[in-house]
């Protein structure tokens, strides 16, 4: 893939919706990055008789995105709600494997 144009350097909507499209792909990417960690967990968590679901975790993960979203002046709302759904997921592929639904 190629690096992506600044935002400002964009001559066009079509441009700027090619720069879009790139930075997707490169988000899914990096979902399914995320998810083979989550699928990693799994076996983690069977090993040591850890539930899905570790609340102190969630927040923990939680309060480092929006940080990370306040230090790049992203909406930190948003990020927390992007990502308590990506963990809701994330918990949940864990419990149907480890058999806690």
């Known amino acids: 893939m190629t690096e992506p ?3 400002a350097d964009c001559a066009s909507m079509e441009d ?5 499209d790139l930075l ?18 799994i076996a983690l968590k069977q090993e ?12 923990d993960v939680i309060a480092k995105v929006r940080a990370a979203a ?3 002046a992203l909406d930190p709302a948003l ?3 992007l990502w308590r759904q990506l963990v809701e997921w994330s918990i949940a592929r864990e419990a149907r494997v ?4």
Not at 16 to 20: E, K, P, T, V
Not at 30 to 37: E, K, P
Not at 98 to 101: A, D, G, T, V
């Open 16 to 20: 700027l919706r090619a720069q879009i």
């Open 24 to 41: 997707d792909r490169k988000l899914v990417a990096l979902l399914a990055q995320r998810a083979g960690y989550i699928d990693r967990a």
């Open 5 to 7: 144009t600044s935002p």
């Open 48 to 59: 040591n008789g850890w539930p899905a679901r570790i609340p102190a975790r969630v927040e």
């Open 79 to 81: 990020v927390e709600a």
């Open 70 to 72: 306040e230090d790049k």
């Open 98 to 101: 480890i058999r806690e639904e």
